[in-house]
């Protein structure tokens, strides 16, 4: 309609002008100022109802979430129960009421956990770096109070319903469950320790690793003097380096600590027969330590007093060790020797043949016990 009357409009003005150019007479255009006015006020109401919907529309979703009724169908079901049992046809229209019911409240409700969880992914961002905890469910508390009889519409009255937002507690750090520990070591011993580092002196040894072996075991006897294996070891050490002044310390040292220690005192008449001191090997190996005496003691003191022509001395020491191995052919040469040196030349001629019988003598023994037999044959 609007463009119908604007083509009029034109025409009339045009056959407005044609006259006024005709007559020469000037004539006004006419306007139509009613519906001038009348689509302005449109474009006014219009303007003011998208004002008004801007203003408006973001408050009223809000408050729609928060005043909206929210009802829980087994509440409903177990508050209407009761009192609709009496009448079939109430309870049909009530359960299409609670229905319609039912069904706003759950599209609450899934608006509603949307926007919760919407808040708790943009507070907790660095949620992926803790432990995760359990997100509190919302809190929807609704109740309903059926009047004492339905309307005459069988419209179910309800109460106002408040619907408490749930609270969103900031998780706290916990430690990563696949953290390393470190392991506090169970503090050892000092015994455990001198046995552990005598241990480790003893593979040095066998390993050729002298000078390692000799650090610890100088350690070790720092803390305990009087440790019988690790001075026997520190001493055979140095022997094994050829250093024969610093055994023979380490083992006099050990002796003045404690005299009855017969170990050290055979090791160090090892040294001293070799450096031919032959009377203090006898001092060190007296008769008082003859009670715990073994094969060692028994030939360093038999060669000590054969030696130092201490053959009564010797033949004792000897005898024992004829005991101790019978087969063995150089004892009964040494047995020999003290009583030929004695003057006993029949009993000294029976042990040189006994010797030469058992064998294993080495050619200069040998040679030896040969030529005193032919000499004890013309002497005797």
């Not at 044609?18 to 306007?31: A, D, H």
């Amino acid at each position: 309609m609007s463009v119908i009357n604007n083509m009029l409009k034109n025409i009339e003005q045009r056959e407005a002008k044609q006259i006024s150019t005709q007559e020469g007479i000037s004539v006004k255009p006419i306007y139509d100022v009613k519906n001038i006015a009348f689509k302005t006020v449109i474009v006014l109401i219009m303007l003011s109802i998208i004002f008004l919907a801007y203003l408006y529309l973001p408050t009223a979703d809000k408050k729609e979430i928060q005043r909206e009724p929210v009802l829980l169908p087994q509440k409903i079901v177990a508050a209407l129960s009761p009192n609709v049992s009496d009448n079939q046809d109430k309870k049909s229209n009530v359960e299409a009421l609670v229905e319609q019911d039912v069904v706003k409240t759950v599209v609450q409700i899934e608006q509603i956990r949307s926007e919760v969880n919407d808040l708790a992914e943009s507070e907790l961002s660095e949620a992926t770096l803790l432990v995760s905890q359990p997100m509190a469910e919302p809190v929807v508390i609704a109740e309903v109070k059926q009047s004492p009889a339905l309307a005459k519409n069988n419209v179910l009255v309800t109460s106002e319903v408040t619907v408490s937002k749930p609270k969103i507690t900031p998780m706290t750090k916990t430690k990563p469950q696949n953290m390393m520990t470190k392991s506090v070591a169970e503090a050892k011993s000092p015994q455990t320790l001198l046995v552990e580092q005598l241990a480790a002196a003893k593979q040095a040894i066998q390993f050729g690793l002298y000078n390692e072996a000799i650090s610890d075991l100088n350690i070790i006897l720092a803390q305990l003097p009087l440790h019988v294996e690790a001075r026997n070891l520190l001493a055979a050490t140095y022997f094994k380096q050829q250093d024969v002044n610093s055994a023979q310390q380490v083992l006099q040292a050990g002796i003045r600590q404690n005299p009855n220690v017969l170990e050290w005192r055979v090791m160090l008449s090892k040294i001293l027969i070799m450096q031919q001191q032959y009377e203090e090997v006898l001092l060190l190996l007296s008769g008082e330590f003859e009670a715990q005496a073994n094969l060692d003691f028994w030939v360093l003191q038999g060669t000590a007093a054969q030696s130092a022509s201490m053959h009564y001395k010797a033949l004792e020491s000897f005898k024992h060790l004829t005991q101790l191995q019978p087969s063995q052919a150089k004892w009964w040469l040494a047995l020999a020797t003290s009583k030929d040196a004695l003057g006993e030349y029949l009993e000294a001629k029976q042990l040189y043949k006994v010797a030469l019988d058992l064998g294993g003598l080495n050619t200069a023994m040998t040679q030896h016990a040969l030529k005193r037999l032919v000499a004890l044959k013309e002497a005797v």
